[in-house]
């Protein structure tokens, strides 16, 4: 393996990321909100646009060995004026022949580092899958704090599953 090179998704990456995003929801169900049936057949996915407008309130960094986009780390912040001091890290997802290899550390080290000089940025939040312990840990060490664990957040046919809500307050 290669260095793997950590950076925000250019406006011609919009279709690598749309690519490795319906393989995330397609291998991991129960780990994220959308559905791949729900995404597969629209025009755009929700950060498509917006990486190829280079939003500065919505915006995905991906992980790279050499042209591969091999994991991805969304950010989305509303542009409202009684919450824009908060965002939300989404779509955390690293391709199964690169997990273990501490490329979700890189991914979220890369991106506290943007947010933390994100101006009037205060409260960072995210979701993970209750039964996700790695990433849940992954998180507490980088300074997250649950907040609340929402039962049956995901229903998938007649399975729930929870999700755990942390945050992180930004200095």
């Known amino acids: 393996m290669s260095e793997i090179i950590i950076r925000r998704l250019a406006p011609n990456e919009a279709k ?3 690519a490795i995003r319906l393989v995330s ?7 994220f909100c959308s559905s ?10 929700g950060f498509e646009r917006s990486i190829e407008t280079k939003d500065q309130n919505r915006f995905v960094l991906g992980a790279f060995d050499q042209d591969e986009l091999i994991g991805i780390c969304g950010f989305s912040r509303s542009k409202a004026i009684k919450i824009k001091h908060q965002g939300e890290i989404v779509q955390m997802y690293v391709a199964p ?5 501490k490329i979700g550390k890189q991914l ?3 991106m ?12 960072v939040t995210l979701g993970v899958e209750a039964d996700n312990l790695a990433a849940f840990h992954l998180y507490k060490k980088l300074g997250f704090k649950e907040f609340g664990l929402h039962k049956g957040y995901i229903k998938l046919g007649n399975e729930s599953f929870d999700m755990r809500f942390m945050i992180k307050e930004m200095t």
């Open 108 to 110: 979220l080290l890369k």
């Open 97 to 101: 022949n690169h997990q273990g290899k």
């Open 36 to 45: 791949y049936e729900e995404q597969v057949d629209l025009d755009y996915l």
């Open 25 to 31: 929801l397609k291998a991991h169900p129960k780990a």
């Open 16 to 18: 690598k990321y749309r």
């Open 112 to 123: 506290m580092e943007i947010l933390e000089n994100m101006n009037g940025l205060s409260q």
